[in-house]
């Protein structure tokens, strides 16, 4: 039996064509033959679906019949409508009235606008506090006058206006503190924990995020290599973090975690870092556990105690992108850590050598 | 009881549409695609968008009532509703369009509506599967079949609108069609 006559005897046996002799032969051959009555359960389906097809063929005919005929009505209402629209006359008097009411308006919310910016910006001076420290009258300690005396290399007599932090960040003498430490400054002096005093001059500042970039220019200073990368990730909430800074004339330890992902006001380029800070910290590196840098402490919130906040290394790393080629620090800030697995008393100390003061004469 | 006589009404709606009964299909087009376009368009979508949603839920309603088993449990808007929110979802994951699920819609969806939605892609796909046979299929073929099995005429008519001597020609005709849409056709389907 051939494709044709099977199809052709299938199709008169489901139409119900047959006689009664020729469909018990059919439904014979359907009990003794799995093919062929695969083909017929097959071909019903086919059927089936060719009907399926032409009535949603046939329903989404109808539904855009139905659509457009809406779509009509729509436009109609539409076009109606600026029919029905009632015209206002304005008279001249009016208008002058309107002016003048429309100007009052205007000076009262730009005077209240300016009024509440005005409140808003002293109330926040208010709140955040620079940790520069002023040095006029703070006893230097009695291990940095031994240092002194031990150098020939001396720190000026003066022992300067103002004191903050910094950190190294390549080994040919490049360091970054705070803006706010350096701002309006005469001369800039980096001394390090043995007390050896170095001239520094600022190369890149930004004010925005607080940061400024210092280059050692004392011919007599001898970089190192770095044992910390900047960390490009940003820190997570509960991270433990340390830092390192000079809030008195000699190094100070302090230890706390990452509070929140923004800094003061909602400054997304800042952490709030619970950890102590003290005037003189500014500038100061953060590190996480594994000794790598990630973000820079600026400043803390005056009314509530233990909240400080720090740049995140990241945008430090985006500034250091940006600076103008011929003033750039190697890109040194990349190698790898050699710090980690390091008890903290080990990365401390290590650590120490490459921290600064930041002394400011103006 | 309002409530009520709405389910009522809505029935009689649903039986119309089983019985192929254009002015049921009408009303329930005219009645629920309007807040369907304001959601999608609330949403930044566009008209087309609105419509393509509309269109398929309705042909989901359509299957449903063919098979004659829908228990209107809900009101009709509701369960337009629900399958829009539903199919929103599948374009969504699919990337097939980018408007984002508004959240009243993130709603839990009745269980029954997975095993429609299912059954919806299944058909869907046949039916896209078939509209490519379909459309494949040479002149006179695709008329004599869409003819005979769509539009229901006799063997008889088919065979004096294409000119055929007598009924039993045309018969011969469809069966080779017939053959051919077979094969095209399970080549593409599997079951």
């Given at each position: 039996m051939n494709d044709f006559t099977l199809i052709r005897d299938i199709e008169r046996y489901l139409e119900g064509e047959m006689s009664e002799q020729e469909r018990t032969a059919f439904e014979a051959l359907r009990q003794s033959n799995p093919?062929?009555?695969?083909?017929?359960?097959?071909?019903?389906?086919?059927?089936?679906?060719?009907?399926?097809?032409?009535?949603?063929?046939?329903?989404?005919?109808?539904?855009?019949?139905?659509?457009?005929?809406?779509?009509?009505?729509?436009?109609?209402?539409?076009?109606?409508?600026?029919?029905?629209?009632?015209?206002?006359?304005?008279?001249?008097?009016?208008?002058t009235n309107m002016a003048a009411a429309a100007c009052i308006a205007l000076v009262t919310s730009l005077t209240t606008m300016a009024l509440m910016q005005n409140a808003s910006r002293q109330k926040t001076t208010a709140q955040y506090e620079d940790v520069r420290r002023v040095l006029n009258n703070i006893q230097r300690s009695q291990n940095a006058l031994i240092n002194d005396m031990n150098n020939k290399k001396k720190a000026p007599?003066?022992?300067?206006?103002?004191?903050?932090?910094?950190?190294?960040?390549?080994?040919?003498?490049?360091?970054?503190?705070?803006?706010h430490v350096i701002a309006g400054a005469d001369s800039i002096y980096i001394q390090n924990t043995k007390g050896e005093a170095f001239k520094a001059a600022s190369v890149f500042e930004d004010i925005s995020s607080d940061l400024a970039i210092l280059k050692i220019t004392d011919s007599t200073f001898k970089g190192q290599p770095l044992p910390y990368s900047l960390k490009p990730q940003r820190a997570l909430?509960?991270?433990?973090?340390?830092?390192?800074?000079?809030?008195?004339?000699?190094?100070?330890?302090?230890?706390?975690?990452?509070?929140?992902q923004t800094g003061f006001?909602?400054?997304?380029?800042?952490?709030?870092?619970?950890?102590?800070?003290?005037?003189?910290?500014s500038g100061a590196p953060l590190m996480d556990s594994k000794g790598d840098v990630v973000g820079i402490v600026t400043g803390k919130q005056t009314t509530s105690d233990g909240i400080a906040f720090a740049v995140k290394s990241a945008h430090l790393k985006r500034l250091l992108e940006e600076m103008p080629k011929d003033k750039l620090p190697k890109k040194e800030w990349n190698h790898k850590n050699r710090l980690e697995g390091m008890s903290r008393v080990e990365q401390v100390k290590r650590l120490e050598d490459f921290v600064y003061m930041v002394k400011v004469y103006n | 009881m309002k409530h009520n006589q709405n389910i009522e009404r809505d029935r009689e709606l649903l039986l119309g549409l089983t019985r192929n009964d254009d002015r049921a299909l009408a009303t329930i087009y005219t009645e629920n695609y309007p807040s369907i376009l304001r959601m999608v368009l609330q949403y930044n979508g566009s008209e087309d968008d609105a419509k393509d949603?509309?269109?398929?839920?309705?042909?989901?309603?359509?299957?449903?009532?063919?098979?004659?088993?829908?228990?209107?449990?809900?009101?009709?808007?509701?369960?337009?509703?629900?399958?829009?929110r539903h199919l929103w979802l599948k374009k969504l994951q699919t990337g097939s369009w980018q408007l984002a699920l508004p959240?009243?819609?993130?709603?839990?969806?009745?269980?029954?509506?997975?095993?429609?939605?299912?059954?919806?892609?299944?058909?869907?796909?046949?039916?896209?599967?078939?509209?490519?046979?379909?459309?494949?299929?040479?002149?006179?073929?695709?008329?004599?079949?869409?003819?005979y099995y769509i539009r229901k005429l006799s063997m008889q008519d088919i065979a004096e609108k294409f000119g055929y001597t007598n009924s039993e020609n045309a018969k011969n005709q469809k069966y080779k069609c017939l053959m051919r849409l077979k094969k095209l056709f399970f080549e593409q389907y599997k079951f």
């Open positions: 093919a062929v009555n695969e083909q017929v359960l097959a071909h019903r389906q086919l059927i089936q679906q060719l009907e399926q097809f032409g009535h949603r063929v046939a329903l989404q005919e109808k539904m855009d019949q139905i659509h457009a005929s809406m779509a009509v009505n729509d436009v109609l209402s539409v076009s109606q409508a600026p029919a029905q629209k009632k015209v206002f006359t304005i008279s001249r008097r009016l208008v007599a003066n022992p300067g206006t103002y004191g903050g932090t910094g950190f190294a960040i390549s080994n040919n003498g490049y360091v970054v503190t705070n803006y909430r509960g991270e433990a973090v340390f830092t390192l800074g000079y809030p008195r004339d000699e190094i100070v330890y302090g230890e706390g975690y990452i509070s929140a006001n909602g400054d997304s380029a800042a952490y709030q870092v619970s950890i102590p800070v003290n005037p003189g910290n | 949603l509309f269109q398929e839920a309705m042909i989901v309603l359509y299957e449903k009532a063919q098979k004659g088993e829908f228990d209107l449990y809900s009101k009709l808007k509701t369960f337009l509703y629900a399958v829009c959240d009243e819609l993130s709603e839990v969806l009745p269980a029954d509506d997975t095993n429609t939605m299912a059954e919806h892609e299944e058909k869907d796909h046949q039916f896209r599967v078939m509209e490519k046979t379909m459309g494949s299929m040479g002149e006179p073929c695709k008329t004599i079949l869409e003819d």
